[in-house]
């Protein structure tokens, strides 16, 4: 059986206790070196998670008899892993366990609601910002092309007034988390995700 697991926000005091179960009981860790750190000494077995997904693939279908557990940032199915793992695998054969997003950290940090907030990323795409800044409320995984910068010169390009917060290295001990106007936003940022909102 194949479980992706959610490992959350980046600290283990996110993750879930069903996950954490998982994570203990797994013959096989697979994961970025990043969580395979975090766990490493639980399982003798580890497959780093690389760009190339389709060998990922393969590996999984060839050893879908194991117990092997791939480990996702915040939550599997949130522009994660989870949604190629369920292309290539069934119901009756992969198991899912959710984790608290980056997102969701951060609105819970920013005590802002969720309830019409419209989720995309910025990985590996070029967003349509055209349409993305037509919501009131947006929030988007980011990457090192995709990030804070890119979204506030997007803003201001477009001549419109928009607030961001950013969450760096949530969940870590050196979290920052800001609420800026896109002129004052800056080039470079740690790992973050973003909170676009049109405060009228």
């Not at 037509?134 to 390009?157: E, F, L, N, S």
Request: proline fraction near 4%; include cysteine; charge should be negative.
């Amino acid at each position: 059986m194949i479980t992706a697991v959610g490992i959350g926000p980046g600290d283990t005091a996110y993750l879930l206790p069903q996950a954490q179960r998982y994570i203990t009981e797994a013959e096989v860790l697979v994961g970025g070196r990043r969580h395979l750190e975090i766990f490493s000494g639980i399982t003798h077995e580890t497959r780093v998670l690389d760009a190339d997904l389709a060998s990922l693939i393969v590996w999984l279908q060839n050893n879908s008899t194991r117990h092997i557990v791939v480990l996702a940032s915040g939550d599997p199915l949130l522009y994660g892993i989870g949604k190629l793992l369920s292309e290539y695998f069934t119901a009756d054969d992969l198991r899912i366990i959710p984790g608290i997003s980056s997102i969701q950290y951060l609105c819970a940090k920013a005590a802002l609601d969720m309830n019409d907030i419209y989720l995309t990323s910025g990985h590996g795409r070029t967003p349509d910002f055209d349409w993305l800044l037509q919501h009131d409320k947006v929030g988007m995984v980011t990457d090192g092309r995709v990030g804070p910068w890119a979204i506030a010169q997007a803003i201001i390009q477009r001549g419109l007034s928009r607030t961001l917060i950013i969450g760096e290295n949530l969940s870590l001990s050196n979290e920052r988390i800001h609420r800026l106007r896109p002129e004052a936003v800056a080039t470079d940022y740690d790992m973050n995700v973003v909170v676009i909102l049109n405060e009228r």
